[in-house]
């Protein structure tokens, strides 16, 4: 079966340090991953996304995630976090059972906090 | 563009009433999607449609159903309120890449239900 895990419910960072958000994934062949980010009272908004190509993916906000085939991993980074980046985090797969029409497959969420 | 906007932002309902959600999109999106949001439970897909006239089951369609007269609006029907439907509902859009899949969903910014 298809699915998206995100095996952390928070992930707790300091301004200014590095962060990660985790996303593990099983397909059958090829994924297509998504990152989207929902600000409190908010509908969820798009962040990056892998299809093809260069495994590292630059997004919005100065987000980037690491495509790993191996670890069938799509792990979310940031250099320098933010307060403002604190959100809940999605990670989604791409339904690719034939006739589900790019429906996408969502994990759980993880929360991201960003304290001062 | 408003994107996908929906009515109403909150409601009430009682057990047994009956409530239509409201989405629509500007974007010519022929993809539309019906996702409820519970705590600690990611996105559970309810309905889609990949186009006017054309509805199809996801995840969690039980108790609901839907829609599609125009590529704009893509209303989801309560028909017997329940506890259980209790949660908060995003529409989002998609316009269709084909085979190459990957596209971007664009998300409304929710409605939240409350069954008592």
């Known amino acids: 079966a298809q699915s998206v895990a995100q095996p952390e419910d928070q992930v707790n960072v300091a301004e200014g340090n590095p962060l990660t958000v985790k996303c593990t994934y099983s397909?059958?062949?090829?994924?297509?991953l998504f990152w989207y980010v929902q600000y409190p009272n908010r509908g969820l908004q798009f962040l990056l996304k892998?299809?093809?190509?260069?495994?590292l993916v630059k997004g919005s906000y100065g987000f980037e995630a690491e495509f790993n085939k191996s670890q069938t991993s799509f792990h979310l980074k940031k250099p320098s976090a933010l307060v403002s980046d604190s959100a809940l985090y999605f990670c989604?797969?791409?339904?690719?059972?034939?006739?589900?029409?790019?429906?996408?497959?969502f994990g759980k969420g993880t929360k991201l906090s960003v304290k001062p | 563009n408003a994107g996908v906007t929906q009515t109403p932002k909150f409601r009430i309902l009682k057990i047994g009433q009956s409530m239509t959600l409201q989405c629509t999109q500007d974007?010519?999106?022929?993809?539309m999607y019906w996702y409820r949001q519970d705590p600690g439970m990611g996105l559970k897909l309810i309905y889609y449609?990949?186009?006017?006239?054309?509805?199809d089951k996801g995840e969690v369609p039980n108790g609901y159903n839907v829609s599609r007269s125009t590529t704009e609006d893509f209303p989801l029907r309560l028909e017997l309120a329940a506890p259980s439907q209790t949660s908060v509902y995003f529409c989002?859009?998609?316009?269709?890449?084909?085979?190459?899949?990957?596209?971007?969903?664009?998300f409304g910014p929710g409605t939240r239900l409350l069954v008592l």
């Open positions: 449609s990949v186009g006017a006239g054309i509805t």
């Open positions: 989604a797969v791409r339904d690719m059972k034939g006739g589900s029409q790019g429906n996408l497959i």
């Open positions: 892998y299809i093809t190509g260069d495994n």
């Open positions: 397909v059958s062949g090829n994924p297509y």
């Open positions: 989002a859009s998609s316009y269709p890449k084909g085979l190459a899949g990957g596209e971007t969903q664009y």
């Open positions: 974007m010519n999106h022929n993809y």
